[in-house]
């Protein structure tokens, strides 16, 4: 099968090798669009290894059909539509995944869409769900609104009818996530949000922060009492000074980190399976959609990249394999 290799001089170039070998809790899927993800362009400058004894080839999400199942499928059949999280393979024509970790694409939706899901929306369910405990009407507060993750979580928060609160670098973001159902909105370009929330007398009570390094405090400063600060990369450097600890105590704050890749497979299975019984039906209606920027050929990879790095996309970059 081809696959898209990169180099120490992070050059990706397509090679060829032996499609996955299954074991019986798993599937082959023949791929045939990939949600591109930070983690990739991390991974391809030797940041962020896959977990021990998985593919080493990019990509943590994928759609297609499946053309090859293990002894433990269940109900699944060959030709199956399917998208799911996988360790790593993705950037492939063929991908391995633990059948457990299967989603059944909605009729309704494109390989695209179905490419545009796994990884952001499982990354905020977890995040609002299972570890910040989001109650209907809750306060939230989303840094990075219209990335993936942020175009997903603004469309979880708002079906709770949470008051969604997100921060944006440029307009044109700002009308997206607008558009997405977000209640307020913070160029940081030319608004600090800590001033904001002073401003509005607003604190929240769930923050989703992909930014760490200074916004550590800043999140602390507007954090509501027994409020979740969920932190989930670093894009603001890994180091946080002087955090104020007081104020931590006094505002009872509940600080997380958290990744999902490294997670277990058992751990995936019990997001996967409750993500499907709270929200899959959602996809079928409609009511809740992927985001996608661009699609682009796989042998645009590079160009996919370069958008990603520059932080141009609003939700989605998704790559097409032919």
């Not at 989603?103 to 609002?128: D, H, M, R, S, W």
């Not at 969920?230 to 006094?250: C, H, P, Q, T, Y």
Request: one cysteine or more.
């Amino acid at each position: 099968m081809r696959y898209i290799a990169f180099n120490e001089h992070q050059e990706l170039s397509f090679k060829e090798t032996e499609k996955p070998t299954i074991n019986t809790d798993e599937c082959l899927i023949k791929v045939r669009a990939v949600g591109v993800n930070r983690a990739d362009i991390l991974q391809k400058q030797g940041n962020y290894p896959p977990p021990p004894g998985e593919s080493t080839i990019l990509g943590i999400e994928a759609c297609g059909e499946l053309v090859a199942m293990g002894d433990q499928h269940s109900d699944w059949q060959i030709g199956d539509k399917v998208f799911a999280i996988v360790p790593g393979g993705a950037y492939a024509q063929y991908v391995k995944v633990k059948t457990a970790h299967l989603i059944k694409l909605p009729e309704n939706l494109t390989y695209a869409q179905g490419a545009a899901i796994a990884e952001v929306f499982l990354t905020a369910y977890q995040c609002l769900f299972t570890i910040a405990e989001l109650k209907p009407n809750a306060k939230v507060l989303i840094h990075a609104g219209a990335s993936g993750v942020g175009t997903a979580a603004i469309q979880l928060a708002k079906y709770l009818n949470c008051h969604v609160t997100v921060t944006v670098g440029s307009d044109e973001k700002i009308v997206a996530c607008k558009a997405l159902g977000a209640n307020e909105t913070i160029n940081y370009h030319q608004v600090d949000f800590v001033e904001w929330a002073k401003q509005h007398k607003q604190s929240f009570d769930v923050v989703l922060d992909v930014v760490a390094g200074e916004y550590v405090n800043k999140n602390i400063n507007v954090c509501a009492l027994d409020g979740h600060i969920v932190m989930l990369s670093m894009l603001g450097g890994r180091f946080a000074n002087n955090i104020d600890i007081a104020k931590m105590l006094l505002k009872r704050v509940n600080l997380h980190a958290t990744t999902l890749r490294s997670r277990s497979d058992e751990y995936k299975t019990k997001l996967i399976n409750a993500f499907i019984q709270d929200f899959y039906q959602c996809f079928e209606l409609a009511s809740i959609s992927p985001v996608i920027y661009k699609q682009y050929s796989w042998q645009e990879v590079d160009v996919a990249h370069h958008v990603m790095l520059n932080n141009e996309n609003i939700g989605k970059i998704v790559l097409t394999i032919d």
